[in-house]
């Protein structure tokens, strides 16, 4: 059975930094892709960041780039998401999700095409 636990949430003042990081059971690369994503109260859930773990490949939604960093490393089988310079705005559950099968060209963000999900971590930021 497939697990993703996330980690590394938390309470973090504006601008501060936060580094989630997810864990996956199986090794990374059995994965075709492996993204983040993020529900804040009353939006709806988005993708924020997905990485092709036999590539190293990544991408961001337009918000996040330049302050977001999505990594993997394939030894540990994990998917780190480095946060800097946080606004209130990123306040969210932060959720990784992963996906074993061949998918529709930019469908990166779409939630349905991952079948395999973490739990989620908090992520508040606020002073």
């Known amino acids: 059975q497939v697990q993703l636990v996330e980690s590394g949430g938390g309470l973090v003042q504006p601008g501060g930094s936060l580094r989630l990081s997810c864990a996956a059971s199986h090794s990374t690369l059995d994965y075709s892709s492996i993204a983040w994503f993020r529900q804040a109260p009353g939006k709806e859930r988005e993708g924020v960041s997905c990485?092709?773990?036999?590539?190293?490949?990544?991408l961001y939604i337009n918000p996040v780039k330049g302050r977001f960093r999505i990594t993997r490393d394939s030894a540990k089988n994990t998917v780190d998401l480095q946060m800097i310079n946080l606004p209130p705005a990123d306040t969210a559950v932060y959720s990784c999700?992963?996906?074993?099968?061949?998918?529709?060209?930019?469908?990166?963000?779409?939630?349905?095409?991952?079948?395999?999900w973490g739990q989620g971590t908090q992520v508040t930021v606020s002073s």
């Open positions: 999700a992963a996906t074993d099968k061949a998918f529709q060209p930019l469908a990166f963000f779409s939630a349905a095409t991952y079948n395999y």
């Open positions: 990485i092709e773990p036999r590539t190293g490949d990544t």
